[in-house]
């Protein structure tokens, strides 16, 4: 009976590892096969059948096999549930299966102790084992790493060495925010006046950007998306794809768990503005971080509030927003030098926030340095109808629905806030806070909650980061109703429930 408990125990505990292994490669593929950080909560379980084992043990052998069989099968089950409900699922690529293998193998080697007398230490053993599965996974990543990496850059040096010789104009875009928003525009700005080629969607790792880069059919222009999770990340885009003109969106506190500071992340995203002229350099001063480092760039064009193109008399409403770009129109000779002749652009889009006027005076400032006439500009720009799940207004019903899913960054959200004010009926958010802010995730969370307390009637939260959203709402004194739930899948079905006619329902990051 004794065997026969080890043997099953053993086998519905390598289920449950293998289920564990996907959930955790699913979020190692999605960081582009990036070990991570250990911090999976089965761990808090390990102390728990180590005791059991070892106080039943003691006293009888099948006592210290039954409550790590239990613990295995309790583990098979909870991992069943958390695969079921994981939204980075694991896609077995050429890349995948050779991790998988990694993992396999060390996970194969657990069954070694076998070979070791004693039921109970057996049972103990592979329990432990099983248990910390997303940790081997981990490892193997890690394992693999140095050799994939090697794999990769040999493969993509190969193929992207046909990009250095198109004769396009090339425009790389990067920033913590805006990004995607930024190159769209860009796109939509200069079509008709060039033939452009962009990157598709929020492809902006090395390979996306092979991917899209590789239907080059003699456009004239080539616009880029550069991504970074980790410092060298723009460093080799630039080796691989390098730009003509850059343009930086801004920057602020994302991707934390691994740039550690925001001044690392700052030190990466301006590995492009040392990659381009400075004249070519498109800088957002609007945000704080571009701001400081703009100075060390002299002759940059700088877009914002002030600089080289200046945003003012932004106006905010229901239907979008308007400003005016004052900007240099051509320079005429003044007495011993020459002055720069200034002129006025009014800009009206159907995009909201504070933030897509920056973006829109970026996408502005770089089709009028590359020749597009400016009141073209303007009248592109007018019917941009912006990028999906970046504050995406529609109807349902007669309920106003703002899709903002990839909005996980602190000043987004502010300016997601900001244009809330202006929608009508009651302001329900459904919100999941900004993700991999590292250690100040519970500052940056607690600030969305107070901000929160004045604009929101209903606040729906659910993620890791819900806790330090309802701590910032109580501190703000938040008088409206509140609502938590498990998960993002619950919120989704109980919201129809919740909802009035005429309310304005705004999802802030569906990144659970």
């Not at 955790?24 to 084992?53: D, H, K």
């Not at 069989?69 to 694991?90: D, E, G, H, M, Q």
């Amino acid at each position: 009976m004794v065997t026969g408990l080890l043997i099953a125990g053993a086998l519905i505990g390598w289920g449950g590892a293998f289920l564990g292994a996907l959930i955790t490669a699913g979020r190692i593929q999605r960081l582009n096969y990036y070990p991570g950080r250990f911090s999976e909560w089965t761990v808090c379980l390990t102390a728990a059948v180590a005791a059991c084992a070892a106080a039943a043990g003691l006293y009888r052998e099948i006592l210290g096999v039954i409550p790590a069989v239990a613990v295995n099968t309790a583990l098979a089950v909870a991992y069943a549930v958390k695969y079921s409900r994981s939204r980075a699922k694991f896609v077995f690529t050429a890349r995948g299966k050779r991790l998988f293998a990694a993992w396999g193998a060390i996970q194969t080697a657990a069954f070694a102790a076998f070979a070791v007398p004693g039921a109970a230490f057996k049972a103990l053993f592979l329990s432990l084992f099983f248990i910390a599965s997303p940790l081997w996974m981990h490892l193997a990543a890690a394992l693999l790493g140095p050799a994939e990496r090697k794999r990769n850059l040999k493969y993509l040096t190969e193929k992207s060495a046909f990009y250095k010789k198109i004769p396009a104009i090339k425009i790389a875009v990067t920033g913590s925010f805006g990004k995607t928003t930024v190159k769209e525009m860009l796109k939509f700005v200069l079509s008709g006046d060039y033939t452009v080629l962009a990157t598709a969607g929020n492809m902006n790792t090395p390979f996306g950007v092979l991917s899209s880069v590789a239907g080059y059919k003699g456009e004239q222009v080539i616009i880029t998306e550069f991504g970074a999770r980790r410092t060298g990340d723009i460093s080799e885009l630039i080796k691989l794809f390098p730009p003509d003109y850059a343009i930086i969106t801004g920057v602020t506190a994302q991707h934390l768990e691994t740039f550690k500071t925001l001044e690392n992340v700052c030190n990466e995203k301006f590995a492009l503005a040392r990659a381009v002229p400075p004249e070519r350099l498109i800088l957002n001063v609007d945000n704080a971080a571009v701001f400081e480092r703009a100075p060390n760039y002299p002759g940059s064009v700088t877009v914002g509030a002030v600089g080289e193109f200046t945003i003012s008399h932004f106006r905010e409403s229901a239907e979008g927003i308007c400003f005016l770009l004052n900007y240099p129109a051509a320079k005429k000779a003044e007495g011993n030098g020459k002055s720069v002749i200034r002129k006025r652009l009014i800009i009206k889009t159907s995009l909201h926030g504070r933030h897509n006027a920056s973006d829109a005076a970026l996408a502005a400032a770089a089709a009028i340095k590359l020749g597009v006439p400016p009141e073209s500009v303007a009248e592109k720009l007018s019917r941009f109808k912006g990028v999906p799940h970046r504050f995406e207004v529609k109807k349902a019903g007669e309920v106003t629905v703002i899709d903002d899913g990839y909005n996980s960054n602190i000043d987004g959200v502010r300016s997601g806030i900001d244009a809330l004010k202006y929608f009508p009926g009651r302001k329900v958010v459904a919100a999941q806070g900004v993700s991999e802010s590292g250690e100040s995730k519970a500052r940056l969370n607690s600030m969305i909650g107070e901000s929160l307390s004045g604009v929101a009637d209903l606040v729906l939260t659910t993620g890791k980061n819900a806790g330090y959203i309802l701590k910032g709402l109580k501190k703000a004194g938040y008088k409206g109703e509140y609502r938590r739930f498990k998960d993002f899948a619950a919120l989704e079905e109980a919201l129809p429930s919740l909802l009035i006619p005429g309310d304005t329902v705004w999802f802030q990051n569906d990144i659970p």
